[in-house]
């Protein structure tokens, strides 16, 4: 009888609701998850719950009427979903756009980039359970917002790029108070070291957790810094270089192991390379215009369809546009990287304990907003 | 009981964090559970495929229990209103009982804990904090 | 190159399809290249949108032979443009997972004037740049396209998307169901006759 009772137990699987309401760090995703006790067997997101029609309010709105949208798409790090937006524009309407416009959108593209990483950062190890480093990064991102909040006027939601340019110019108080920032935050990243990276508790918990192939990263068109801890060398902006990272000298931090270890690294090195490049950007600003000498006024690009693809926090932000030369986009096609990186989550997450997949689901940086567009 | 859905999320965040501090008022216990709360702040546009999970978490509330709809998009859908649009519900209030609104996109951590201290005020009369008279 | 690699790698798949026409009108295209010119052109004049332009001035001349187009990348943004019927899709998916490309998106668009709905599916890869991007048009009625989530697992969920807003099928799609959408919706939302 006990022999009948272990297989009754043993085949016995149930199916529990991951979600919609999550403590509010990755927003509203709900995963279904077959259980075989603490293991899964099978997890499937179901997505949905905050679809805000971007796409088809990409149809509606004019082609600077949508501007606001691309901020509230991935909020973290929107500045860079405003610079994917306008630069397809760009393309297709063949604006030209001057060197310090593009120098200013590097430089506060790197600035949010940090800060999305800092937040990224608190929240994960708050999943994984510590909260004080949320308190630090939280304390450090609220530095990079005055900055950003002294040139665009938001803290969050971004709406700074225009097309051709930019719409205000920075001066010397934020040139001076980002290289303050930068050498202050220099010499916390030891602290973060020593608190978190090496602290013994994280360590198991993310070594080995999670592991993703280079062959499932690239089925899945995962990008961005899954990719880049799973060994795959592939970033944006050194492969297909846009606006002014041509001039830039970084790294493209990659490791090998795949796993959730290896994703932390590689988000963690990436603040380092992103805090060169906006040294760098300081150090080479050109004088000049920030908008074109013959303004925009208005955006009608020809007929056709055009793509163009940034490196966003989270992976490569492609926007594809068709135009049938009116003044509202005819298709308006957001590809999101997120999309992608948790599609490999219901491959990759089989037969692992359910702690261990709420690791690697904070490890693929999730935004859910952007997910769903 | 944080209701983060989307932007309004982060800055809520933000407030409990370590600098505007929601700690200082006493409302720093931010619970997902519904059993254990009495607020439910509602932050973050609310899809017409969400409605029924925010109604079902807001009748598992205990009573008394309140409702701050943070954010345009909580107030009246926010900037995804537009001819034509089939996903999002047109504010919290459509149907939920509301009490305070605090306006922004998102709102600054100030604004949210002003609308802290709106409920505080509605609920025992008393306003702990002076209010900042615009000159 | 990779480009020329994989644009030799696809035009063997349009082989078939050059042959076609010549089967059936042998003797007009070599010799009357000029009056199946305009011909050609009532046939292909639907598909592509980047055609319109050199429409005006391919009067005189002859259209192109079907096969992989290379593209301007800084005024387009991609570098090769392959224009294939529904069924040659699959195949085409194959040959770029065999050289190791990966997805990037896949996509519809609504083409009410034409009747038609065209599905975009983007490829790159990882070590070199070169985008891919490869079309097919199917009649608005009837929109049915074989799915390529056997190949590529990341297009089960772009197909269910595209799915979602445009109604396409994509015939042996594991699950079909909506994804952004309610589970229960039956409407298409990015149609261009979408009333909410």
């Known amino acids: 009888m006990n022999g009948l009772l272990q297989q009754d137990l043993n085949q016995e699987t149930f199916t529990i609701n991951l979600g919609p309401q999550h403590p509010a760090t990755h927003g509203v995703l709900r995963v279904k998850l077959v259980m075989d006790g603490e293991y899964i067997v099978e997890a499937e997101p179901v997505l949905g719950y905050i679809h805000r029609m971007h796409e088809k309010m990409g149809e509606n709105r004019t082609w600077a009427k949508f501007l606001p949208n691309c901020g509230r798409m991935d909020?973290?790090?929107?500045?860079?979903?405003?610079?994917?937006?306008?630069?397809?524009?760009?393309?297709?309407a063949g604006i030209e756009v001057p060197e310090r416009a593009e120098y200013l959108r590097v430089i506060t593209v790197e600035l949010n980039r940090i800060s999305s990483h800092?937040?990224?950062?608190?929240?994960?190890?708050?999943?994984?359970?510590?909260?004080?480093?949320?308190?630090?990064?939280?304390?450090?991102?609220?530095?990079?917002?005055?900055?950003?909040?002294?040139?665009?006027?938001?803290?969050?939601?971004?709406?700074?790029?225009?097309?051709?340019?930019?719409?205000?110019?920075?001066?010397?108080s934020f040139i001076t108070g980002t290289r303050e920032f930068i050498k202050r935050l220099r010499k916390r990243m030891p602290m973060y070291d020593a608190l978190v990276t090496k602290n013994v508790i994280l360590i198991k918990r993310l070594k080995d957790i999670g592991p993703i192939s280079k062959d499932m990263a690239r089925r899945y068109g995962a990008t961005g810094p899954v990719a880049r801890g799973s060994g795959i060398n592939f970033d944006v902006r050194k492969h297909e270089p846009y606006s002014v990272y041509s001039e830039f000298d970084f790294d493209i931090p990659v490791y090998e192991e795949g796993d959730s270890m290896a994703r932390y690294m590689v988000r963690m090195d990436e603040i380092e390379q992103s805090m060169r490049i906006i040294e760098q950007a300081l150090d080479k600003l050109p004088e000049g215009e920030i908008q074109p000498k013959k303004a925009v006024k208005l955006v009608k690009p020809e007929k056709g369809d055009y793509y163009h693809a940034v490196e966003a926090a989270r992976g490569s932000f492609g926007v594809r546009v068709v135009s049938d030369g009116t003044n509202q986009a005819y298709?308006?096609?957001?590809?999101?990287?997120?999309?992608?990186?948790?599609?490999?989550?219901?491959?990759?997450?089989?037969?692992?304990?359910?702690?261990?997949?709420?690791?690697?689901?904070?490890?693929?940086?999730?935004?859910?907003?952007?997910?769903?567009? | 009981m944080t209701f983060g859905l989307a932007c309004c999320a982060i800055e809520m965040m933000a407030t409990g964090a370590s600098r505007f501090d929601l700690a200082r008022f006493g409302a720093e216990v931010f619970r997902p559970s519904p059993r254990q709360c009495d607020?439910?702040?509602?932050?973050?546009?609310?899809?017409?495929?969400?409605?029924?999970?925010?109604?079902?978490?807001?009748?598992?509330?205990?009573?008394?229990?309140?409702?701050?709809?943070?954010?345009?998009?909580?107030?009246?859908?926010?900037?995804?209103?537009?001819?034509?649009?089939?996903?999002?519900?047109?504010?919290?209030?459509?149907?939920?009982p509301v009490d305070v609104y605090i306006p922004g996109c998102p709102p600054r951590p100030e604004a949210l804990i002003e609308g802290i201290l709106e409920l505080e005020e509605k609920v025992t009369g008393f306003r702990r904090w002076p209010r900042v008279e615009a000159k | 190159m990779?480009?020329?690699?994989?644009?030799?790698?696809?035009?063997?798949?349009?082989?078939?399809?050059?042959?076609?026409?010549e089967a059936a009108e042998a003797a007009e295209t070599e010799a009357k290249a000029e009056e199946a010119a305009p011909e050609a052109q009532a046939e292909e004049s639907k598909p592509v949108e980047q055609e319109e332009g050199a429409e005006a001035e391919a009067a005189a001349e002859p259209p192109p032979p079907p096969g992989p187009r290379e593209t301007d990348y800084k005024a387009k943004g991609y570098h090769l443009d392959v224009d294939l019927p529904p069924e040659k899709v699959v195949a085409a998916a194959e040959i770029l997972n065999r050289e190791n490309f990966f997805i990037e998106a896949i996509t519809g668009v609504d083409w009410i004037d034409d009747q038609q709905l065209e599905v975009v599916y983007d490829f790159n890869h990882f070590d070199e740049l070169c985008r891919v991007v490869v079309r097919t048009r199917l009649d608005r009625n009837n929109p049915e396209v074989p799915t390529i989530s056997h190949i590529y697992q990341g297009?089960?969920?772009?197909?269910?998307?595209?799915?979602?807003?445009?109604?396409?099928?994509?015939?042996?799609?594991?699950?079909?169901?909506?994804?952004?959408?309610?589970?229960?919706?039956d409407f298409h939302p990015l149609l261009k006759d979408f009333k909410a």
């Open chain 3, 2 to 21: 990779l480009l020329t690699k994989i644009k030799e790698a696809l035009n063997s798949l349009y082989e078939d399809i050059q042959a076609e026409p």
């Open chain 1, 75 to 92: 909020y973290l790090s929107a500045l860079s979903y405003n610079h994917g937006y306008v630069a397809a524009v760009e393309r297709a």
């Open chain 2, 39 to 96: 607020v439910m702040i509602v932050a973050g546009t609310i899809s017409k495929k969400m409605e029924p999970a925010v109604k079902t978490l807001y009748d598992q509330m205990p009573e008394p229990k309140w409702v701050i709809a943070m954010g345009n998009c909580a107030i009246s859908g926010g900037p995804f209103v537009f001819e034509g649009q089939y996903g999002i519900v047109e504010g919290a209030d459509k149907f939920l």
């Open chain 3, 155 to 185: 297009a089960n969920w772009h197909e269910r998307e595209t799915h979602d807003f445009f109604g396409i099928i994509f015939t042996g799609h594991p699950n079909l169901e909506p994804l952004l959408l309610p589970e229960d919706a």
């Open chain 1, 118 to 172: 800092l937040l990224w950062f608190g929240a994960f190890v708050l999943d994984l359970g510590g909260f004080t480093p949320l308190l630090y990064a939280f304390d450090d991102r609220e530095q990079i917002l005055d900055l950003l909040e002294s040139v665009t006027g938001s803290r969050l939601t971004y709406c700074y790029f225009r097309f051709g340019g930019v719409y205000n110019d920075i001066d010397d």
């Open chain 1, 331 to 373: 298709r308006l096609k957001l590809r999101s990287p997120t999309y992608s990186n948790l599609s490999l989550f219901g491959e990759a997450s089989r037969g692992m304990l359910l702690p261990d997949a709420l690791a690697l689901m904070g490890s693929l940086d999730l935004v859910i907003p952007e997910i769903d567009r």
